[in-house]
């Protein structure tokens, strides 16, 4: 059963044994917010573009359905890709969806302790309980610990 809690803490100073989790979109453009954070710190972009370049290329296409709801892995990070470019903003249902790929990634790992910010909650303003209720819909009887980060507030 999901265990879904909050820790006022810096997403990239959780233990090593949490996977990472956030939003990207599917032109990797990762220039501002949290990507950007993953980016300079893990290299996120060229490793996408190294592990994935068929699906990245596909991508690029713009005769082909949208990419959105998909969720890359790389090495410690996952990513949900929830639009197709950085300019434009998730719908709950490509979150859905790419929270749907999350947890068969999930399931076939073996990955029972993740850590996030509020996806989708910042640049991409969607409501963090419309999101909650999302996650919780998708992963309610699986077997997963998701610590939710919040930055602590400065004095």
């Known amino acids: 059963m999901v265990y879904l809690h ?3 803490c810096d997403l990239f100073s959780v233990p090593d044994d949490y996977i990472l989790v956030h939003c990207i979109s599917a032109d990797l453009a990762m220039g501002k917010g949290i990507a950007l954070q993953f980016e300079k710190k893990f290299g996120t ?3 996408l573009v190294q592990k994935y370049k068929t699906r990245v290329d596909r991508w690029d296409n ?3 359905p949208g990419p959105a709801g998909e969720c890359l892995r790389d090495g410690r990070v996952l990513n949900l890709v929830t639009k197709r470019n950085y300019w434009q903003k998730p719908t ?4 859905r969806k790419a929270l749907e790929d ?3 990634i999930c399931y076939v790992a073996g990955i029972t302790k993740v850590a996030m910010p509020r996806i989708g909650c910042g640049l991409d303003r969607l409501e963090w309980q419309r999101v909650y209720e999302q996650i919780e819909s998708v992963f309610g009887l699986f077997n997963i610990e998701i610590m939710v980060c919040d930055l602590p507030i400065s004095k």
Not at 92 to 95: D, I, K, R, Y
Request: net charge positive; hydrophobic share 25%; proline share 0%.
């Open 92 to 95: 709950l249902s490509t979150l």
């Open 6 to 8: 909050y820790k006022e």
């Open 45 to 47: 972009k060229t490793h």
């Open 102 to 104: 999350m947890r068969k």
């Open 62 to 64: 713009d005769t082909v």
